[in-house]
């Protein structure tokens, strides 16, 4: 399980921030979804969308979330 930004990039250049960096590192420790949702949540994030995103051989799942005001 991994945090993509949307920019294309490779993964160890992919986050400059400090803190995006770290919550990306917590996310990765998890190997549920739902445990990488509520960790998000628990460091302020909210999820907003859940989209299957085609790709050559499997649909994979993404979801989208936004800071919480």
């Known amino acids: 399980m991994r945090l993509d930004y949307g920019q294309n990039q490779k993964k160890e250049m992919a ?3 400090d803190v995006l960096a770290a919550l990306a590192e917590g ?7 739902p445990s990488a949702l509520s960790y998000l949540d628990s460091q ?7 989209a299957t995103l085609p790709d050559d051989k499997t649909a ?3 979801y989208l979330l936004h800071r919480k005001h």
């Open 44 to 50: 302020g994030w909210e999820l907003v969308q859940v």
């Open 15 to 17: 986050v400059q921030d």
């Open 27 to 33: 996310v990765e420790r998890y190997t549920s979804v």
């Open 60 to 62: 994979q799942v993404g």
